[in-house]
């Protein structure tokens, strides 16, 4: 049995839960509450001294950072394969992973907490909200979590930061109008790390940057993707209604602000 240490809302751990479900591989819940500063949590640092999520434990073997964890699945349980059997598709594959990891994932921290639960952070304790960002290990991550927190999208690094998910949608909508998945033959492992990111853009009411009028080709994709049962039961299943509403409203307030930055 595999024990998760996650979050509902985390890209990281929905990418880790689509690889599971698709696999049909049975697992336990272990919710770490990210907004209240669970990552910090002196025992669960004991398994993860990143201070991030997902992290996994199976056959008493703790492992960390999710596409290695996708790594790790795809190679104990290869019955349900997500990589292409072809070494070039493979290695394009590979190339949609790493952009996400490099670029994309941090990325995400900027535009999450410069609108979706900002509002929420504020009312805190500045107390508590301070010893949670000092929490935050990576000095860079520290000082871009005070910035959009204190400024919202009116930070210095949202408009990076909205110039690299608008890089991956453009290049997804070049890369799917020659093949189905950004896997290979079918839904794999890069479609999984992806997906998340560009449901981030739906939770914060920037749909319209994947709608069938400005990224066909994205759209069909997206559309394809939550048709799976693996999409449902990994990802929608879990959403908080609430948070979601709060997102896409305050990405609503700001949509103002930031559409100008989504212009090519």
Known sequence: MIELYHNAVSTCSQKVRLVLEEKGVEWTSHDVDLLSGGQHDPEY???????????????????????????????VFPDVPMRSSDPVLRHAAGLWIKQVDSKVHPAAGVITFAIGPRAMLLQQPEEVRERNIAAIPDPARRAARRSVIENGVKAPEFAGAIGQFLDLIDAMEAKLSRGAWLSGEHFGLADACVLPYVFRLDQLAMGSLLAADARPIVADWYARIRTLPSYAKAVTEWLPEPIMKLFHANGE???????PLTRR
Do not use: C, Q, R
Not at 253 to 259: G, L, M, Q
């Open 45 to 75: 640092v004991k398994l993860n001294p990143n201070h991030v999520v997902p992290t996994i434990v199976h056959d008493g073997h703790v492992l960390i950072e999710s596409t290695l964890i996708n790594d790790y699945l795809e190679d």
């Open 253 to 259: 307030a700001v949509w103002a602000d930031v559409e």
